[in-house]
Nanobody, 124 residues
Framework: QLQASGGGLVQAGGSLRLSCAAS????????IGWFRQAPGKEREGVAC????????HYADSAKGRFAISSDRAKNTVYLQMNNLKPEDTAVYYC???????????????????WGQGTQVTVSS
């Protein structure tokens, strides 16, 4: 299971930290990705991390503003989002796939396990 949390309403330029708590899987074997879907738009990848070797990939939209990290002791992956923009408004989901696929393919593989999503709303 994946449990996403930390969403909310924030003004443009503000920050939020999303959390993805994993249970029922061997954490170190999996990579965790963050995805988002805005109303009327396709889901897009934001960032991912391998809990095996720490490999990280970012989508262009996230580079320089977002940071993904992993706490193995807590089986939790975080997405720190800074300098948020109205176009970041979306439901954010975390998902898991075997680490080797994240290491090789970043956000491209088909992720197997998905959390329920957390709403992020950025006001202008």
């Amino acid at each position: 299971q994946l449990q996403a949390s930390g969403g909310g309403l924030v003004q443009a330029g503000g920050s939020l930290r999303l959390s993805c708590a994993a249970s029922g899987l061997t954490f170190d074997r999996y990579g965790i990705g963050w995805f988002r879907q805005a109303p009327g738009k396709e889901r897009e990848g934001v960032a991912c991390i391998s809990n095996n070797d720490g490999t990280i990939h970012y989508a262009d939209s996230a580079k320089g503003r977002f940071a993904i990290s992993s706490d193995r002791a807590k089986n939790t992956v975080y997405l720190q989002m800074n300098n948020l923009k109205p176009e970041d408004t979306a439901v954010y989901y975390c998902a898991a796939v075997l680490s080797k696929f994240v290491e090789a393919m970043g956000l491209e593989p088909t992720f197997d396990y998905w959390g329920q999503g957390t709403q992020v709303t950025v006001s202008s």
